[in-house]
């Protein structure tokens, strides 16, 4: 059985997956499970990472705590994604940097402490990515040039793969959302975000710089 993964289900209230992806890859049900797996917010933040695109730099990954938040609105926004989550949904507040989920973060964490999602940090200058992670984590100065990168495991691609046979019109959606817009510099993201959703940028400090 595999024990991250149950470790995850625990946290998710649910007991509904079993096998040992790390040496088979394979995941499957519970036996005596007959009813559809259904999602929660944590599930959509796997699923965005694991979406097909022909994006190459978000192929399996995303790069940047804020380019998946970011992602992750759109999807809300402009798909029927967040309809097929029944809990723990992902809540998305107008805040310092614009549309922000402190679930999304939370996921995070669960997906990486379960084994499903290794993340990578890579230093580079300044950034929104850093500046929100900052004042969400309470990171030191020395972790403020870092950015986090999400990539998924063997592991996190065999959850993935059984929720989505379960999902496909939410991987659908999340792919597209990957092809339209993973591709853009965050800059260029945020921008679009503040133009598209105005009222998600009412309390940013960027506002004026990216507009």
């Known amino acids: 059985m595999t024990r991250m993964w149950m ?59 804020t380019r998946l938040e970011k992602l992750l609105y759109l999807a809300d926004k402009e798909t029927e994604v967040s309809a097929a989550v029944l809990d723990e949904r992902l809540v998305f507040k107008a805040y310092d940097y ?12 669960i997906l990486e402490e379960a084994g499903l999602v290794r993340e990578e940090r890579q ?29 998924l495991t063997d592991q996190g691609r065999a959850v993935a793969r059984l929720l989505g046979e379960q999902h496909p019109s939410v991987v659908s959606a999340l792919s597209g959302i990957k092809d339209r817009y993973a591709s853009r510099p965050l800059a260029s993201l945020i921008q679009y975000v503040y133009r598209a959703y105005p009222e998600s940028a009412v309390n940013s400090k960027i506002r004026d710089r990216v507009l």
């Not at 614009?98 to 964490?109: L, N």
């Open 7 to 65: 470790t995850y289900g625990q946290a998710q209230g649910r007991h509904v997956v079993c096998g040992d992806a790390e040496s088979s890859g394979e995941v499957h049900l519970l036996p005596g499970w007959d009813g559809p797996v259904d999602l929660v917010g944590s599930d959509l933040v796997l699923l965005m990472l694991a979406a097909p695109t022909k994006v190459r730099v978000a192929q399996g990954r995303v790069n940047g705590i």
């Open 98 to 109: 614009g549309p922000f989920s402190k679930e999304v973060y939370e996921a995070a964490e």
């Open 123 to 151: 230093v580079s200058g300044q950034s929104v990515d850093s500046l929100e992670a900052v004042e969400v984590t309470g990171a030191v100065e020395s972790d403020e040039y870092v950015t986090r990168c999400f990539v």
